[in-house]
Structures are given as C-alpha cells and as structure tokens.
T-cell receptor, first 114, second 115 residues
Framework: AQTVTQSQPEMSVQEAETVTLSCTYDTSESDYYLFWYKQPPSRQMILVIRQEAYKQQNATENRFSVNFQKAAKSFSLKISDSQLGDAAMYFCAYHTSGTYKYIFGTGTRLKVLA | GAVVSQHPSRVICKSGTSVKIECRSLDFQATTMFWYRQFPKKSLMLMATSNEGSKATYEQGVEKDKFLINHASLTLSTLTVTSAHPEDSSFYIC???????????FGNGTRLTVT
C-alpha cells in the first residue's frame, strides 16, 4: 500500500531564511504525482507545488522548490526567503494516474519567526 | 480559475438533527468530487468520492447512511450529516479536479459543531 510520511511534526525558521520540509513515500508504482499543499490558519488548502514522477527536473515555483529523489522515494520542499505568510501546515501528498485517491502525509507545522 | 466554493463555512447544530454542506465548482465542471474530514491537528481523511449521476463511493469505515452524498449536477455535490452527534463535530473539506490528472482544488471547508 502507498504511504506518505512526514517525519517533522513542527519546524521553525527565521524570517528571510531557508527551510526544508521532508517527505518520504512508499509505492510500487512508476507513474505518479507528488504535491505539497499549504493549509494556513484559514484552513483553506492551497496547492504549493507539483512534481510528476517521470520528470527528472525538480519543480520550482518562485521561492518554493522541491528535491525529488525518485530512487530514495523522497520529496522535500525548500522554502527560500521565508516570509511570515508562509506560516502554515504543510501536507505532502501522493497520487497515481491509475486511481482517484490522494494520500496525504500527517503534515508539518511551519512557524516563521520575525 | 478552478475555484471550489463550500457552504456554510461554520455550522452549529443540535444532536439528532441533520446538516447539509454544499460544494460547488464555480468555473469548471467536476464529474468527481471528494469529501474529506480533518480532525484537529491531523491530516485529511478521505471519506467518499462523489460521482455525478451515480452513487458515491465510500471509504472503509465511513457510514454511508450517516454521511449522505448527492452529486446531482456537474457543479454541485452535497454532504448531509444525518442524525448528527457530538462525535461528528469536525472540519469537512470538499475538493475537485478540473481533469483526470490535474491537482485537487479544495473548498474552504466547513466547521461542524454538534451540541
């Protein structure tokens, strides 16, 4: 069965610094998608970044980038130049093309210190 | 684009009553919508998959008679919590995709409190 693991329940980062959130997953599939979602205090789930497993190039969205290591089944999120508005719960998620289900990790709460 | 609207955002009801939560895709058609439940400081748990024009598919352990799902059109799915009890108090979130492999877009959630 597919699983998604986020081993860091909570992380802190100083404003303007860089932080990396970890995510590992387990799957026997070769074709899948990985996501990072952000859930601020408003509870709205917001897509941060997406990575297709068949792409070797790491996805980047402005200050957000991923380190996708397919062989290691690792998908970490790097936030550069952290801002106060980045404070939120961050969920790593997995999805295969063959099923409608998304599998979410348990989340990492990110605190940004002024 | 790809906006999912969920209503109400908060609802308080008395034990034994039923509550309906609506999920609408505002600018796209969604043949499939998903209902999640989130406990405090926990991850999202998929409850059921709502299919337009057919019965919903429920995840193991989710009572289909308690959580009624109706997907009557390509832009609207509803979740009705029947005979609500305090243990049904939770945060419920719906989501939808614009296409088969597109990311999930989420509604803003409904906080249900059963007194």
């Amino acid at each position: 069965a597919q699983t998604v693991t986020q081993s860091q329940p909570e992380m802190s980062v100083q404003e303007a610094e860089t932080v990396t959130l970890s995510c590992t997953y387990d799957t026997s599939e070769s074709d899948y998608y990985l996501f990072w979602y952000k859930q601020p205090p408003s509870r709205q789930m917001i897509l941060v970044i997406r990575q297709e497993a068949y792409k070797q190039q790491n996805a980047t969205e402005n200050r957000f980038s991923v380190n996708f290591q397919k062989a290691a089944k690792s998908f970490s999120l790097k936030i550069s130049d952290s801002q106060l508005g980045d404070a939120a719960m961050y969920f790593c998620a997995y999805h295969t093309s063959g099923t409608y289900k998304y599998i979410f990790g348990t989340g990492t709460r990110l605190k940004v210190l002024a | 684009g790809a906006v999912v609207s969920q209503h109400p955002s908060r609802v308080i009801c008395k034990s034994g009553t039923s509550v309906k939560i609506e999920c609408r895709s505002l600018d796209f058609q969604a043949t499939t919508m998903f209902w999640y439940r989130q406990f405090p400081k926990k991850s999202l748990m998929l409850m059921a998959t709502s299919n337009e024009g057919s019965k919903a598919t429920y995840e193991q352990g989710v009572e289909k008679d308690k959580f009624l799902i109706n997907h009557a059109s390509l832009t609207l799915s509803t979740l009705t919590v029947t005979s609500a009890h305090p243990e049904d108090s939770s945060f419920y979130i719906c989501s939808a995709r614009t296409g088969g492999l597109s990311p999930l877009h989420f509604g803003n959630g409904t906080r249900l409190t059963v007194t």
